[in-house]
Every structure is written in structure tokens, then in C-alpha cells.
T-cell receptor, first 112, second 112 residues
Framework: SQQGEEDPQALSIQEGENATMNCSYK?????LQWYRQNSGRGLVHLIL?????REKHSGRLRVTLDTSKKSSSLLITASRAADTASYFC????????????FGTGTKLQVIP | KAGVTQTPRYLIKTRGQQVTLSCSPI?????VSWYQQTPGQGLQFLFE???????NKGNFPGRFSGRQFSNSRSEMNVSTLELGDSALYLC???????????FGPGTRLLVL
């Protein structure tokens, strides 16, 4: 079963608008990662936030993490057509292992 | 540094055959993970190797196996292929689990 569930499943916005995606998970985590996938290709890592962090920024990306609610959000500001992709959250549990579980993904379409 | 490479990129097999996929991680990365991605099941964790040892395994039948060599290159094998094995198989490497994973472009397997 999926550890993470993204919401919404699909999102369509106009270029220049902000896009927000949410991720909920079930168990305690070591870190949470967001990835982007363009049209059935490999995943590209966007940002990693650790369980003791609440917010992280990278360029136009802002990620928040609320461990009490077991949820995270990814905000993309001033979206561009090139941001059109599927976005996945992935949770890593503690233990030094690479046991990462991916969510179901959000398909973002940015209309020029 | 060169990224994660996967070979072959595309593969067509028939039911009952077996297949071997190869993954070369980023130089210096000792952790290699494999994922299966299908439209219906999303991204599913197959297994993770670290220093030639399988440390984690997902919920897949024994037909799915893998190994890692001393140079960290990894192979996964699927025996007695079924139609449902048609998928994009992604390999990812990381330096220190469970940190950021770097994904290869994937191998798209079609089973007829």
C-alpha cells in the first residue's frame, strides 16, 4: 500500500499562478522528499525536508512539513509551462535504510 | 559526474520469458534501489542494495530478484514474465540512505 497520498490527483492552472500540492502519510518518517516526473521519464529530486524541519525553500519551491498531522505541502510559485509534470512525495523511514515509499502523485498542468 | 544509467531503455518480451535489467549508479553511490511504475499501481518499491547486500525488499513475488556487484552496479531479473509485468522500471542511487535518490531514465518493459 502507498505510504503517501497526494492531493489533488490532478491540478490545472494558468501560467504565473501558484500551485499547491499536499501529501499525507501514515507512519513516522526520517525525511520526506518531493520529486518531479516528466511524461513517464525518470524522477528528478526537488527537495528533501527532514522530520525536525518545518519549512524549506528552493528557488520557486516551498515545502512545509507538519509531523503532528503527518502531512506536507509543496508550493510552486509563479508557475511556468515547463512545470507541467507529475509530482510525487516520498517518505523515508528511520533505520539507515533506503526504504522510500512514494505517494500516488499529483499531475500538474500549467497552461501557457 | 555522470548520472544514473539504465540499460536497455526499451524491451519487448513475451510471456514466460525472463529479462535482466542493468543499472549503473552515480560514481561513489553505494545504495541502489529499484522501483516498478505502472499506471494502476503507481511507483512500487522493489528492493534496495547496499554494498552488495539486499537490505530491503518490497512486496513482489520471488520472480523478481536482483543483485549488486562490487562496483555498485546492479541488475534486476524477472523470470517467467507475465503481462502484468509490463511497466517502467526505475533505478535510483544514493550516497547515504535514506537521503536523496538520483533516478535513471528507466527501462520500459512490454510483455506480450
Amino acid at each position: 500500500s502507498q505510504q503517501g497520498e497526494e492531493d489533488p490527483q490532478a491540478l490545472s492552472i494558468q501560467e504565473g499562478e501558484n500551485a499547491t500540492m499536499n501529501c499525507s502519510y501514515k507512519t513516522s518518517i526520517n525525511n520526506l522528499q518531493w520529486y518531479r516526473q516528466n511524461s513517464g521519464r525518470g524522477l528528478v529530486h526537488l527537495i528533501l525536508i527532514r522530520s525536525n524541519e518545518r519549512e524549506k525553500h528552493s528557488g520557486r519551491l516551498r515545502v512545509t512539513l507538519d509531523t503532528s498531522k503527518k502531512s506536507s505541502s509543496l508550493l510552486i510559485t509563479a508557475s511556468r509551462a515547463a512545470d507541467t509534470a507529475s509530482y510525487f512525495c516520498a517518505t523515508a523511514i528511520s533505520g539507515g535504510y533506503q526504504k522510500v515509499t512514494f505517494g500516488t502523485g499529483t499531475k500538474l498542468q500549467v497552461i501557457p | 559526474k555522470a548520472g544514473v544509467t539504465q540499460t536497455p531503455r526499451y524491451l519487448i518480451k513475451t510471456r514466460g520469458q525472463q529479462v535482466t535489467l542493468s543499472c549503473s549508479p552515480i560514481s561513489g553511490h553505494r545504495s541502489v534501489s529499484w522501483y516498478q511504475q505502472t499506471p494502476g499501481q503507481g511507483l512500487q518499491f522493489l528492493f534496495e542494495y547496499f554494498s552488495e547486500t539486499q537490505r530491503n525488499k518490497g512486496n513482489f513475488p520471488g520472480r523478481f530478484s536482483g543483485r549488486q556487484f562490487s562496483n555498485s552496479r546492479s541488475e534486476m531479473n524477472v523470470s517467467t514474465l507475465e503481462l502484468g509485468d509490463s511497466a517502467l522500471y526505475l533505478c535510483a542511487s544514493s550516497l547515504v540512505p535514506p537521503e536523496t535518490q538520483y533516478f535513471g531514465p528507466g527501462t520500459r518493459l512490454l510483455v506480450l
